[in-house]
């Protein structure tokens, strides 16, 4: 989760945020070149007489300074769109879960399991125990399995929300009348944090995600247990 004073990216939980950070440095490293480049020819610009014989015709070095940005664009554009496809990809889901954005608070439910379905609210300021996150906690957590290929399906049930996980990598919006679908994975078990990330109304910073992702047995127990509650 989010740290104070953070700079980064959260730390990553499945290999599609690993590579967003990893194209997300790259990407740094390139503007991080082009800037000293530029602060460095600015002040040379500023220092020097802007006097040069040869500056009104200079074939060369406008070749390469229309060649060298094309090729800085492909370094970022094929590893962009690698990623963009890796997002897109859908491998045989072992579970399919469905989150529905409400005004103001999450719904979900697991279609493989009959009758598995609940509400998802934030967790009032005065009912958090030491060591829970403001406006971060829920009442009813999320629980998933871990290493296991989940196919989340995303909508709304009113106006536009977006379901976000930024350590899974995850952003997907949730639209009225229409279904989106995404891939999660999660590498280890633990809790991961989420918000809402489309200005949803009043109540907008108030209906985060939580993710229990816990063991596969465990997982199994936990779903066998909410039947037997709801019967
Ligand atoms: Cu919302």
């Excluded at 082009?34 to 060369?60: C, D, F, G, R």
């Excluded at 406008?62 to 060298?68: G, K, P, R, V």
């Excluded at 598995?116 to 999320?142: C, H, K, Q, W």
């Excluded at 108030?206 to 596969?216: A, D, G, H, N, R």
Aim: aromatic residues 12%; contains cysteine; negative net charge.
């Amino acid at each position: 989760m989010a740290t104070p004073a953070q700079l980064g990216l959260q730390n990553a939980t499945s290999p599609i945020m690993e590579e967003l950070i990893a194209f997300h440095d790259h990407a740094l490293m390139i503007i991080f070149l082009i800037s000293s480049l530029v602060l460095y020819i600015m002040s040379l610009m500023l220092t020097t007489k802007l006097t040069h014989t040869s500056t009104m015709n200079a074939q060369e070095i406008e070749m390469i300074w229309t060649i060298l940005p094309a090729i800085i664009l492909i370094m970022i554009a094929l590893p962009s769109l690698r990623i963009l496809y890796m997002t897109d990809e859908f491998i045989k889901p072992y579970l399919t879960l469905k989150a529905i954005g409400h005004q103001w608070y999450w719904s979900y439910e697991y279609s493989d399991y009959e009758d598995l379905a609940f509400d998802s609210y934030i967790m009032p300021t005065y009912f958090l125990e030491p060591g829970e996150f403001r406006l971060l906690e829920v009442d009813n957590r999320t629980t998933l399995p871990m290493e296991a290929d989940i196919r989340m399906l995303v909508s709304s049930h009113d106006v536009l929300h977006s379901w976000t996980v930024p350590s899974l990598g995850v952003k997907t919006d949730a639209i009225p009348g229409r279904l989106n679908q995404i891939m999660l994975a999660s590498m280890r078990p633990g809790l991961f944090y989420g918000q809402c990330s489309e200005i949803c109304g009043s109540n907008h910073s108030f209906m985060p995600i939580v993710l229990e992702f816990i063991y596969f047995q465990d997982f199994e127990v936990w779903a066998s247990y909410l039947y037997i509650v709801s019967l």
